[in-house]
């Protein structure tokens, strides 16, 4: 009679076939994240950027990009006439461009100028002027 295995058996076995190609896969994952550190570490370093990298960088994909650019609302370059090149501080300054202060920034703003003034005037408690509920009338 031949050895034969059972199901479990070879179930068993083929289980263990998969978790010894996931213990040698660890490393693999550990080398992944080192280098998707080290491509975030250039972008730091470099002036220049290309298109792609730009894309990268700024998070947009490449047709808004090349939307932008023909509009002519985001700096670039071009050198030759073709490839487009971007300064990474111009871009940092655009993309930091129109600030959208916080309830708490408003608030500061408005303490200062009541300082400024010595009034006091509550800032939410102002009256409002427009139509008045058919309620309250």
């Not at 129109?98 to 703003?109: E, F, L, M, R, Y």
Request: aromatic letters at 8%; proline letters at 4%; glycine letters at 4%.
């Amino acid at each position: 009679m031949q050895n034969r295995t059972t199901f479990m058996e070879r179930i068993n076995e083929r289980v263990c076939v998969v978790e010894d190609i996931l213990k040698k896969m660890e490393p693999v994952e550990d080398l992944l994240e080192r280098l998707s550190m080290l491509e975030n570490n250039i972008y730091t370093t470099k002036k220049v950027l290309t298109f792609s990298e730009a894309c990268v960088y700024m998070g947009v994909s490449e047709s808004l990009l090349y939307k932008l650019t023909s509009a002519q609302e985001v700096p670039h370059y071009k050198p030759r006439g073709k490839m487009l090149y971007f300064n990474k501080e111009e871009l940092d300054q655009w993309l930091l461009q129109n600030n959208i202060p916080t309830i708490g920034a408003v608030t500061k703003v408005e303490t200062d100028e009541r300082e400024d003034k010595n009034e006091v005037k509550p800032y939410f408690g102002q009256k409002r002027y427009g139509r008045k509920n058919k309620s309250n009338a």
